[in-house]
C-alpha cells in the first residue's frame, strides 16, 4: 500500500458559521504531489469522512467532516471547524489567504504510469485532509470558509479522539506528526507525539499590576498624602530602578531565515517516480543508432547495426537526525517540534537540490570560450547561443532537442538584474523595447533570452567558478523521487526523543551533454 499527499487551493472566505467547504480532490487533472506527478482517475477516491488537520501533522486536528460528496469532477466536503485556539486561528488564516490550502491524504496499490511519467491512481482511499499552504492542483479549491461565535454545535479537542473507532462514515487517522512533504510514517519503540493546541508566547507576569485606571486612580490618591498610592506611581514611573515592573513579552513568532524547501536544480529538470525497491535501477538506452546512406543501383545498402545497453542509475538515501529532551516536546511555546519538523524538511530539500546540481555540474559540456566573473551583457548572450546550439547537438533525438532552462547561483543572478542599455534595464519585468527577458528581485523565476530562468542558493554563491550558470534541456536529466519518512523513538532511561527522517532520490543523466555550463578558467 503506497501513500500520496496532494494539496489543493482555498480561493474564497467569509464569517457566518465555523465550517469550511470545497473540493478536496479533482479527477483527471495532473498535479506535483510528494511522489511527484501524479492524476486522480475519475471515481478512484471513495467520499470517506475523515478528520482535518493542520499541515499533516495529525496531533493538531481542528475538525471532522459534516459532509463528503463525489462527482464526476471530484470530492466536495465540508468540514466543522473546532471552537479551540486551533481552530479559530485556522479560520483566520483561511480568511485572510495565509494557510489557503486543501492537501489529501490518499493510500493506493492500483495504479498506471503515464509516458511522461506522471502516475495515475486506479483505485485509492482517502485516509486524511489537512489545513495547508502548499497548494498544488489548483482547480481543486475551496469555496466558503464560514466563522461565527453564535450558539452552534462546538467541537473542543475532546470530541476529537485520537484513538477512535472508525465507523462506516470516519476512517481512522494515524497518530502522527507528519512534514509537508511526508506521506509515510516509520516508528521505532513506542511513538512520541506533540500536542499543540494553544500556541501562545511567554508570558511574565509583574509584581504589581500596571494599567491607566490604576495609574490614575493612586496618582490622584498620592496628591492626597496615600503613601502607598505615591509609591505605586513612583514604581510605575520608574522603568530603570524596578525593570522587573515593565514585563518583557515573547510572541509566539519565530524568526528563521534558515529554512527553505525551494529547490531550483530540481525544478530545472524533468521528474519521474522511483521504483519501489531496489538501490539501483536501469534504463535502456540507444548507444548506437542504424545509418542510411545514397546507394548507386545493385549498391550494397548501408549497413550499420542498432546497438542499446543499460543506464544504471543508484538510488541515494538523504537522512538526518536529532535528539531531545520530553521537557522541549511538551513545555515548549512556541512549539520547538513544529520548528524542529519544518527545519528537517528544509535541511533535506536543500541536500537533495545540491546533489543534483552537482550531477549537472559534473556532466555538463564545459564552454569552450571563457568569460568574465560578471559577464556584460553580451557575453551572457553569447553564453546562451553556444549553450542552446550545442545542447541541441546532444539532444537532437528527443522529442523536444531544445534547451529551455537556465539556471544560475545568486550572484550571477544578481549581476543579472544591473544590466542595462544607457541606464535601461535589460532584464525587468516591465518589459521595455529593448528587453531581453525578465528577471526581478522578488522572484527566484524570470526568462533570460527565451530560456526559463531559475536561481538556487543551495549552491556556492560565488561567481569565480565554472558552472556557476548552467543552461539545459530538462529532458537530458531526470530527478526520481520516492517516499519520505520519519523515525521517532523514545529513550526511557532519561526521557529524551529521536527524531530522524529520510528519503531517496536518484538523478538519471540521459543525455550528460544536454546541460552547459559556463567556462571562467
Do not use: C
Request: hydrophobic share 40%; net charge negative.
Amino acid at each position: 500500500m503506497k501513500k500520496v499527499i496532494t494539496p489543493m487551493t482555498i480561493t474564497a472566505a467569509d464569517s457566518n458559521s465555523r465550517t469550511i467547504t470545497g473540493r478536496i480532490v479533482t479527477f483527471e487533472e495532473t498535479g506535483n504531489t510528494s511522489i511527484g506527478k501524479v492524476q486522480f482517475a475519475a471515481g478512484s477516491v471513495e467520499a470517506t469522512a475523515v478528520l482535518l488537520n493542520l499541515e499533516h501533522d495529525r496531533t493538531r486536528r481542528i475538525g471532522k467532516t459534516l459532509s463528503i460528496e463525489s462527482s464526476d469532477k471530484g470530492i466536495e466536503a465540508t468540514f466543522k471547524i473546532a471552537n479551540t485556539t486551533a481552530g479559530t486561528d485556522a479560520l483566520v488564516e483561511a480568511q485572510e489567504g495565509l494557510r489557503d490550502g486543501f492537501s489529501v491524504e490518499v493510500s493506493f496499490d492500483e495504479y498506471e504510469t503515464l509516458k511522461d511519467g506522471t502516475m495515475r491512481i486506479l483505485k485509492g482511499e482517502l485516509t486524511g485532509v489537512a489545513l495547508t499552504s502548499e497548494p498544488a492542483i489548483r482547480s481543486s479549491r475551496v469555496s466558503e470558509v464560514a466563522a461565527t461565535t453564535g450558539e452552534e454545535e462546538q467541537i473542543s479537542d475532546s470530541t476529537i479522539e485520537p484513538e477512535a473507532t472508525p465507523t462506516e462514515k470516519d476512517d481512522e487517522v494515524e497518530q502522527t506528526v507528519t512534514p509537508a512533504e511526508a506521506v509515510e510514517t516509520v516508528e521505532a519503540a513506542q511513538s512520541v507525539t506533540a500536542q499543540s493546541n494553544a500556541v501562545g508566547g511567554w508570558k511574565s507576569t509583574p509584581r504589581i499590576e500596571i494599567t491607566a485606571a490604576k495609574y490614575l486612580e493612586n496618582k490622584v490618591l498620592a496628591a492626597t498624602g496615600d503613601e502607598s498610592a505615591r509609591q505605586y506611581v513612583l514604581a510605575a514611573d520608574n522603568t530603570t530602578d524596578n525593570a522587573g515592573l515593565v514585563p518583557t513579552r515573547q510572541l509566539s513568532e519565530v524568526i528563521n531565515g534558515l529554512s527553505t524547501t525551494i529547490r531550483p536544480s530540481i525544478d530545472a529538470v524533468s521528474r519521474g517516480a522511483l521504483p519501489d525497491a531496489g538501490m539501483t535501477f536501469e534504463i535502456p538506452k540507444i548507444t548506437a543508432a542504424p545509418t542510411v546512406a545514397i546507394a548507386a543501383e545493385d549498391a550494397v545498402f548501408s549497413d550499420t547495426d542498432q546497438n542499446s545497453a543499460f543506464l544504471s542509475v543508484d538510488v541515494k538515501k538523504f537522512a538526518g537526525q536529532q535528539k531531545f529532551s520530553v521537557e522541549l516536546l511538551t513545555r515548549t511555546s512556541p512549539l520547538f517540534y513544529d520548528e524542529l519538523l519544518r527545519n528537517m524538511v528544509a535541511a533535506m530539500a536543500k541536500a537533495q537540490d545540491a546533489y543534483v546540481n552537482a550531477q549537472l555540474v559534473a556532466g555538463a559540456t564545459a564552454d569552450a570560450t571563457s568569460i568574465a566573473t560578471y559577464p556584460t551583457a553580451a557575453e551572457l548572450l553569447g553564453v546562451v547561443a553556444r549553450g542552446a546550439a550545442s545542447v541541441y547537438a546532444a539532444t537532437a533525438g528527443l522529442a523536444n532537442p531544445f534547451a529551455r532552462n537556465i539556471l544560475m547561483n545568486t550572484s550571477q543572478w544578481s549581476n543579472v538584474m544591473t544590466l542595462n542599455d544607457g541606464g535601461r534595464p535589460i532584464y525587468t519585468a516591465s518589459q521595455p523595447q529593448n528587453a531581453g527577458g525578465a528577471v526581478a528581485p522578488t522572484s527566484l523565476r524570470g526568462n533570460i533570452a527565451g530560456l526559463d530562468l531559475y536561481v538556487t542558493a543551495n549552491t556556492a554563491a560565488t561567481t569565480d567558478i565554472d558552472d556557476s550558470i548552467l543552461i539545459i534541456n530538462p529532458d537530458s536529466y531526470t530527478w526520481y523521487e520516492g517516499t519520505s519518512y520519519q523515525l521517532r523513538a523514545e529513550s526511557t532511561a532519561d526521557g529524551s526523543i529521536t527524531v530522524g527522517v529520510y528519503s531517496f532520490g536518484a538523478v538519471a543523466t540521459k543525455i550528460a551533454a544536454g546541460a552547459f555550463g559556463v567556462n571562467k578558467t
